[in-house]
């Protein structure tokens, strides 16, 4: 079974304070991307890579940076965070875009 | 612009009170149409993937079905641990699937 780990379950961090979320995959999928879900808003797509340092925006980008320097490793940045970036955090990836995406179990980030 | 609407936003049963859910879709050449089980505090799961209209896709008590403008998922006779949020999602032109808000499930012993 693909695995998808995401580094962290819960994190609280202070306004301002820079955050990584460190998210790795184990099947060699090509494709990786970074979701936030909120209640009444659904997923939303951050960020996405098809490739190793390739990045794509995605819907909601602002606020937000990505880092692929590893075919297995893509990993979201909060610039400077802010309580408006308070959300589970969804990592997946795929084989290719017609896959079904493998979801990792999620960063639940609070910003205090 | 992709969109996906799902409903009803919420559904309760009883253990063996077979329904369905539905996901209503607007999109620029379908490339797929995915299903997803997410249980509370979890990412998604994969379900199934529907590529054309007419194909139906089962695993135990979960049967989907799709047509030109919309998806179902029929569930047969739920179980309590049948409970959790469904989501819909779609492959479109834009190569990124977009979701639905998903449908709460919850069936009651």
């Known amino acids: 079974d693909v695995k998808v780990t995401q580094s962290s379950r819960y994190l609280v961090k202070r306004t301002g304070e820079k955050v990584f979320l460190e998210c790795v995959q184990d099947?060699?999928?090509?494709?990786m991307f970074w979701y936030r879900q909120d209640p009444g808003l659904g997923l939303r797509l951050i960020y996405f890579?098809?490739?190793?340092?390739?990045?794509e925006k995605g819907d909601i980008p602002e606020g937000y940076s990505v880092s692929r320097e590893k075919k297995e490793r893509f990993s979201l940045i909060l610039e400077s965070a802010s309580t408006n970036q308070t959300s589970m955090y969804l990592c997946?990836?795929?084989?290719?875009?017609?896959?079904?995406?493998?979801f990792g179990s999620g960063t639940r980030l609070t910003v205090v | 612009e992709d969109q996906v609407t799902q409903s009803p936003e919420a559904l309760r049963l009883q253990e063996g009170e077979s329904s369905s859910l539905n996901c209503s879709y607007t999109?620029?050449?379908?490339?797929?149409l995915f299903w997803y089980r997410q249980d509370p505090g979890k990412g998604p799961e994969f379900l199934f993937t529907l590529y054309s209209a007419g194909e139906e896709k089962e695993k135990e008590r979960l049967k989907a079905t799709l047509t030109k403008k919309e998806s179902f998922l029929h569930i047969t006779a739920p179980k309590p641990e049948d409970s959790a949020t469904y989501l819909c999602?779609?492959?479109?032109?834009?190569?990124?699937?977009?979701f639905g808000q998903g449908t709460r499930l919850t069936i009651n012993p």
């Open positions: 099947m060699d999928h090509e494709n």
């Open positions: 890579s098809y490739d190793v340092k390739m990045k």
């Open positions: 997946a990836s795929s084989f290719s875009d017609r896959d079904g995406y493998t």
């Open positions: 999602a779609v492959l479109g032109g834009a190569q990124k699937l977009v």
């Open positions: 999109v620029s050449g379908l490339r797929g």
